[in-house]
C-alpha cells in the first residue's frame, strides 16, 4: 500500500507491526527549499514548541487527530448518527461539534462522510515504507543533486523511526537532511551525525524571554545544539522565520545573522517570510488562530531584512 492509499485507511493496529513504526502525517513530493536539489519531504508529528504562527498545526500533537474542513460539510449527519462513541453533535447554528477527548479515531466517520469533510491526520508507517515512496523520484534526485528531508513536527521527537529511516536512506544512496527547532537533547543530535548529511536549523528569536513568549520554551538548548553541531563538523544552514511584530526588528535580524557568521561550518542562512497558508489547519482543529489579522511581509520589506542580514553572513537566501 503506497501512501495515497494509505491516506485513506487509518489504524492504530498499524502502530505495532513487527520493528520500528513512527506516525507520519504528509508525504511532499517535487519540494525545492529544503536542502537542495529536488527533494521528498516527510513530516512527522509532535513538536515541543508551540509557536503561534505555525503553518503545520496538525504537527503539534505527537498523536493521531480529526481534521474537519467545515466548508465541505453538508450537514447530514450520518457522521454523527454513526459515531460509537456519540463524540459528534450538531450545534445549534447547524455547525459540527467533536468532543476530541471522546474520540476514539475508530475512523467512523471518516469512512462515512459523503462530502469528504472528515478526515485522521497522521498514519503509522514503517521506514521501508516510507523510503519506499521517497525512491519513487530517485531519478530527480540524481539529475538534480536533491533527496529526501525529514521534518515535521520536530522529528527527534521520533528518534528511533528518524534514525531508522535515515540510515534506510544512506544505505539507498540517497542525501539526507532533516528540519529541526533544535529543542531536543544533545544526545538526539550525536546519535544523528553520521546519516545525515544537513542540518536546516530554525531559529525563532535570539533573546531568551521573547523566545519563550513566541513558542513556549526557551533558546537556550536550541543554540547550544546549533553551536555543537557545527563544531562537530556537521553542516548547518540557518533559518529565520520571519514573523511581522514578532522577531523581524533590526536587532534581532542582525544578532541572529551575527550568531549565523560564527558558526565554522555555515551552508547558508535564510529568511523564510511569514505567510497564512496554515490558518485553515487551525480551524480543521478546533484551534483559535493566534496571527488572525496578521500581514505578511512586503517584498520590500523581506528583500530588506535579507540585506541586512547580508552584511554579516555571505550566502542569504529567501524561502529556505
Request: aromatic fraction near 6%; charged fraction near 20%.
Amino acid at each position: 500500500m503506497n501512501w495515497k492509499q494509505r491516506q485513506h485507511s487509518f489504524s492504530l493496529a498499524d502502530r505495532d507491526r513487527p520493528g520500528p513504526t513512527g506516525l507520519v502525517f504528509d508525504i511532499q513530493r517535487f519540494a525545492v527549499h529544503d536542502g537542495g536539489g529536488i527533494r521528498t519531504l516527510v513530516f512527522l508529528k509532535g513538536c515541543p514548541l508551540r509557536c503561534r504562527w505555525c503553518q503545520n498545526p496538525e504537527s503539534m500533537n505527537p498523536a493521531p487527530e480529526i481534521m474537519r474542513i467545515a466548508h465541505t460539510c453538508i450537514s447530514c449527519v450520518k457522521c454523527m448518527a454513526l459515531c460509537p462513541r456519540q463524540a459528534i453533535r450538531f450545534a445549534a447554528n447547524g455547525t459540527v461539534v467533536i468532543d476530541r477527548e471522546a474520540c476514539d479515531l475508530c475512523g467512523e466517520c471518516v469512512a462515512t462522510c459523503y462530502a469528504g469533510s472528515m478526515t485522521i491526520v497522521g498514519r503509522y508507517l514503517t521506514p521501508g515504507e516510507v523510503l519506499d515512496e521517497v525512491c519513487r523520484d530517485a531519478k530527480f534526485y540524481t539529475v538534480s543533486g536533491g533527496g529526501v528531508t525529514f521534518s515535521g513536527g520536530e522529528p527527534t521527537l521520533q528518534l528511533d523511526f528518524l534514525r531508522a529511516c535515515l540510515r534506510e536512506a544512506k544505505a539507498r544512496g540517497l542525501h539526507t537532511a532533516i528540519e529541526t527547532c533544535g529543542h531536543a537533547p544533545w544526545t538526539s543530535f550525536a546519535g544523528l551525525l553520521g546519516d545525515v548529511d544537513l542540518f536546516l536549523c530554525d531559529i525563532k528569536h535570539m533573546d531568551g524571554a521573547r523566545h519563550r513568549e513566541l513558542t513556549g520554551v526557551s533558546n537556550e538548548r536550541i543554540l547550544e545544539n546549533i553551536e555543537r553541531l557545527s563544531q562537530a563538523g556537521a553542516a548547518v544552514r540557518l533559518r529565520l522565520p520571519l514573523i511581522p511584530g514578532a522577531n523581524d526588528s533590526e536587532a534581532n535580524v542582525t544578532a541572529t545573522a551575527r550568531f549565523a557568521a560564527g558558526l565554522p561550518h555555515l551552508r547558508g542562512f535564510d529568511i523564510l517570510p511569514y505567510h497564512r497558508l496554515g490558518e485553515s489547519k487551525w480551524r480543521q482543529l478546533d484551534r483559535p488562530y493566534p496571527m488572525t489579522g496578521v500581514a505578511p511581509h512586503t517584498r520590500a520589506e523581506v528583500l530588506a531584512r535579507a540585506a541586512l542580514a547580508g552584511e554579516y553572513v555571505a550566502t542569504v537566501g529567501i524561502g529556505g
